[in-house]
Nanobody, 118 residues
Framework: QKRLVESGGGAVQPGGSLRLSCAAS????????MGWYRQAPGKQRELVAT???????SHADSVKGRFTISGEIAKNTVYLQMNSLKPEDTAVYFC????????????WGQGTQVTVSS
């Protein structure tokens, strides 16, 4: 069964940087969007950033100017460069992919922990 696998999480001090990576375990065709969500303890999962097969990107207001999403949808890979990290960025980060079709299929990774603390 195809799935997404994240890597790159860890612990960092405020102001530090991390780079998250996500790749599919096997080729998934017809992916239209890949992205990153995050979920902090006691909070709902929130969208962080997305990238489409056309290369269009979108970032949540809370991370604009600090985080950058990139990737190659055709290769089922997506990255999240996180700079100027803040304690409020602490969360489990999940990779996500949407395969177009009838019905559409959503893929999720298992999540990777990011902890920002001094």
């Amino acid at each position: 069964q195809k799935r997404l696998v994240e890597s790159g999480g860890g612990a960092v001090q405020p102001g530090g940087s991390l780079r998250l990576s996500c790749a599919a375990s096997g080729t998934i065709f017809n992916i239209h969007v890949m992205g990153w969500y995050r979920q902090a303890p006691g909070k709902q999962r929130e969208l962080v950033a997305t990238i489409t097969s056309g290369g269009d990107t979108s970032h949540a207001d809370s991370v604009k100017g600090r985080f950058t999403i990139s990737g190659e949808i055709a290769k089922n890979t997506v990255y999240l460069q996180m700079n100027s990290l803040k304690p409020e960025d602490t969360a489990v980060y999940f990779c996500h992919a949407l395969r177009i079709g009838a019905p559409p299929v959503y893929y999720w990774g298992q999540g990777t922990q990011v902890t920002v603390s001094s």
